[in-house]
């Protein structure tokens, strides 16, 4: 029986009990060893999965763009029109966050606190 502690920030402490389990280790010692065949040693990058951390890598591995390069993009059109119209919607979200936000400060005017019984604004 094994046991694996965290404490987190500082502020948590938590554990739980781990039971063996011969077929899950099986299991993920076959994705590791398929990570680090097609990953490591290829030197092969997974596929981007819109972190920061991917936003970071690519920006060191590609931080000089050839003068004058280009090539197509084949395929690319419906992700784009996607992207576009995420675009979109997160200027209508941002904006209607804004709206939201300003309605309150109407309401609350020089006042340092608001509340509901769900909410704290300050």
């Known amino acids: 029986m094994w046991y694996i502690a965290v404490v987190i920030l500082g502020k948590a402490f938590l554990y739980q009990k781990i039971t063996w389990n011969d077929e899950v280790i099986k299991k993920l010692i076959a994705i590791e060893e398929a990570f680090w065949s097609q990953h490591i040693i290829a030197g092969c990058m997974t596929a981007p999965d819109g972190s ?3 936003d970071e890598l690519l920006g060191q591995y590609f931080c000089r763009a050839k003068k004058k390069s280009s090539i197509p993009l084949v ?3 419906e992700k784009l029109e996607r992207r ?24 609350m005017q020089d006042n340092e606190l608001a509340f509901t019984e769900k909410y704290r604004v300050a």
């Open 75 to 77: 395929g690319f059109d």
């Open 52 to 54: 920061k951390a991917c």
């Open 84 to 107: 576009e119209e995420l675009l979109q919607m997160k200027e209508r979200l941002e904006q209607e966050q804004k709206q939201i936000e300003q309605e309150i400060k109407l309401v």
